[in-house]
Structure formats: structure tokens, C-alpha cells
């Protein structure tokens, strides 16, 4: 999980480098241009890291105010990938969001908060939450650069902290509990490469 969260980062990193030129100018004087990209009302996305570690997934973001809009992402996986080897979980991730141009591209800042029931399977353990999630929240920084007039692609990392509860058991069939754990944790928390559909106003 770790080498997944290193390639996003170079990947946004390298990303926004050159994101600058798939943005239009505000300056322009080509009013045909300005009206290319109209500001959006709701947006619908997925998230390709995650349906790299086969976890399904989906989000929706409703644009209430020039620079402000919140989203909402589910992910889910309900199937074990093999028999030393799972990530079951059903996740939930509201998020408000700061868009520094009025028109909801380019750069955004966001709070976000996160809530995740989970069996996960790896190597010699099987963890799995106890009567309460996984919890936390932190911030999120992000770029959206359009593709075509509804297409784009959104690129975002956060940080924060979390929190888990969980019970530890042997990974064999019917393994035996070992024990019961707690933990906090503060660091990256979601890494994104969303493909966006844009609904305008």
C-alpha cells in the first residue's frame, strides 16, 4: 500500500507540473472559449487507484456556490482475492472543498472526513474492525484540469489522522482471535486519480 501511495504522489507530482496548460486563461478575450468550459452543478467521478487494489468505488460533488462544493465517495470490495490475501471494506468519505478559481478548476483545498468497516487479509493475520470503524478526517489538496467540455481528470492527496479498534486472528479457515487492538495513525490518508463527468448548469 505504501508503493501504491508513492506512485500517486509522483504521478500528482508530475501531473501538476504541466496541468497549467490544459487550464484556459481568464484573460482571454475569446468569449467562445470562456464558454467552453460552463461551470458545473453536480459531478460524478471514480477513482482509479482504488480499482487497482480491486476495490469498487464512486463519487459525487455538488457545486453550491462559485468556489465552494461537497462531495461525498463510497468505496466497497466484498470479495476476498485470495486466501492469504483481502481488503473487504466498505468505506464512506464526505469533503468540503475551497476552489481557488470560480469556476471549479485548477487548484482546490478540502477538510474531508472518513469512516470504514473492514476484514482485511495479509500474510500470517486476519484484522478485522471490532464494534465501531475506522474513523478520522484531515485536509486534501487537489488539482482538476478538463479534457473536453463534461471530461476531466482530478488528482488529489490528503492527510490526517485516523483511528481503529480492531481483532487480530490467525489467517487459516476459522482461525482463532489472537487479540484486540487500538491504534492512531497521522499521514497520508487517500490518494486519488479520479476520472470526472461534469454536469453544467
Known sequence: MKTLYISAFMLLSSFLLHAESFSYDHSSPNPTEENSYPNPQIAVKTNGLLWLT???????????????????????????????????NLSIMPEARWWLRADAKGHFFGLHL??????????????????????????????????????GIELSIGAGYLSMRYDRYHNVDNGAKIDTRQTSWFGIDRAAISISYRFPR
Not at 487479509?121 to 471490532?130: I, P, V
Open 114 to 151: 472518513s469512516a470504514a468497516w473492514y476484514n482485511i487479509k495479509f500474510g500470517d493475520y486476519r484484522y478485522q474492525d471490532t464494534n465501531r470503524p475506522l474513523w478520522g478526517g484531515g485536509i486534501t489538496y487537489g488539482y482538476y484540469f478538463p479534457l473536453t467540455t463534461n471530461w
Open 54 to 88: 480491486t476495490v469498487m468505488n464512486g463519487e459525487c460533488e455538488v457545486f453550491f456556490h462559485p468556489h465552494i462544493s461537497a462531495s461525498l465517495s463510497l468505496a466497497w470490495c466484498p470479495w476476498f482475492i485470495s486466501q492469504k490475501f483481502a481488503l473487504r
